[in-house]
């Protein structure tokens, strides 16, 4: 038996990297997938992959800075396949300069900003699918994608550190609210094998490739805690996600978990400023090439 047969799933930020993964992975195991971006067409891009893999999805373009947005996103996704079961709260945005600003110099409009997408998109995301899922009476799943960076600091990004540490809070809030109706509320905190495209402006391609994925790899050049002879990818994350998603984890609720070696964090494979000597930027000088080459 598939493990999300006939759940209906919308997935915001699902255009690229994680988000992406997971509506193919969801799709797969049976789930009807509503993708959201607020990069135009990049969601109907994954609607369409979906779609030409065998599944059921619909994409649309939306904020999830935006309350209206959201609240959109929940009535179409109500109006394509009747009703919502899973809202994956997953859009994020990394600090400018990607590790290389200084804390003292960052603007109160990217502070802003950096809370408006990773911790206000939550609780718009979730608000709106609390309202649908409380109507329908039967319960529902929350989730949302933090960062190991809500446990232990990363360099270089405050203003994203602090804002994953407040969606761990809303994490543990929603589960007290909303679990009186049967809804429950929980988040994965990656690091490894996360998505390129999140170092990448806005107009690259989607490569659907993690960042260890992107250069010949040496576990042991790359000091992941636990070193694997391959690298780690999208999909190890997306199937924490798939978890916290179907029945399996049915009574769990209010919880983070560290997906992909995020817990230990003693070092990690995405270079930043001060770790393994990488110098001022997140990524190594091979890794920039590539970047570069892409965007
Ligand atoms: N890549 C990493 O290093 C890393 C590590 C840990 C956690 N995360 C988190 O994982 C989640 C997914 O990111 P990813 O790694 O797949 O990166 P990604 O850039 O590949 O995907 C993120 C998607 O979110 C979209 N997005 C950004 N702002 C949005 C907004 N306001 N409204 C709607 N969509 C928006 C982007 O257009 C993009 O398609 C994010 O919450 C991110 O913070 C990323």
């Given at each position: 038996m598939p493990r999300l047969q006939g759940k209906v799933v919308a997935i915001t930020g699902s255009g690229s990297g994680l988000g992406r993964e997971c509506a193919l992975l969801f799709a797969s195991e049976g789930a009807k997938v509503i993708t959201s971006d607020y990069v135009h067409g990049r969601a109907e891009r994954v609607a369409a992959e979906v779609v030409a893999a065998g599944g059921e999805a619909y994409g649309m373009q939306a904020d999830v800075r935006v309350e209206a947005d959201m609240e959109r996103l929940v009535q179409a996704t109500v109006d394509h396949?009747?009703?919502?079961d899973i809202m994956h709260a997953n859009a994020g945005v990394p600090e400018p300069g990607f590790g290389a600003n200084a804390f003292h110099e960052l603007s109160l409009d990217d502070w802003n900003n950096i809370f408006a997408t990773n911790l206000t998109g939550i609780f718009l995301a979730w608000k709106h699918a609390a309202r649908q899922l409380i109507a329908q009476g039967e319960g529902g799943t929350l989730i949302a994608t933090t960062s190991a960076s809500s446990l232990n600091a990363y360099p270089g990004f405050p203003a994203y550190t602090a804002s994953k540490a407040g969606a761990n809070g809303v994490v543990r809030a929603a589960a007290i609210e909303w679990g009186r109706y049967g809804i429950r509320a929980n988040g994965l905190a990656p690091t490894?094998?996360?998505?390129?495209n999140f170092a990448?402006?806005?107009?690259?391609?989607?490569?659907?490739?993690?960042y260890e994925q992107m250069a010949p790899w040496d576990p042991d050049k790359r000091a992941m805690p636990l070193r694997l002879g391959t690298p780690p990818t999208l999909l190890d994350n997306a199937y924490v996600a798939l978890f916290l998603a179907s029945?399996?984890?049915?009574?769990?609720?209010?919880q983070v978990l560290a997906s992909v070696d995020g817990g230990n964090?003693?070092?990690?494979?995405?270079?930043?400023?001060g770790d393994l000597g990488a110098g001022d930027g997140v990524l190594p000088d091979e890794l920039r090439d590539v970047v570069e080459g892409a965007s």
């Open positions: 396949f009747g009703r919502i490894h094998g996360m998505s390129i990448l402006p806005q107009e690259a391609a989607v490569l659907g490739l993690s029945d399996e984890s049915r009574y769990m609720s209010g964090f003693a070092r990690t494979s995405i270079i930043m400023p």
